[in-house]
């Protein structure tokens, strides 16, 4: 019995071993990638990667739905120009027009 433990044991630690090998690689590419190219690349490589992914589906989404977006762009150049809009019916229409006034 204790001949198939030490075999046990040997086999363990081949797979032990093999395991840190292949670890031991990997860790080294890693560090040598990282050496090369450095973290900040790497974080404007993935946020330039984001933005034109992002980008490319603002596109799509113009595409397919055209009129929402006009309708968007419409209603925010509105609401931007609310108070020169309403400064212009003042001037236009004179200051007693609003609701509740009464005269």
Known sequence: MSARLAAQVLADRAARDAARAAYDTRLEAI???YAERGIGGRLMDEVSEQAHAMFDEAVAVVEEHPGAIGAT???LALWILRNPIMAWIDVLLGPGHH???KK
């Open 73 to 75: 762009i419409a209603t």
């Open 31 to 33: 560090k040598a990638d």
């Open 99 to 101: 609701r509740g006034d």
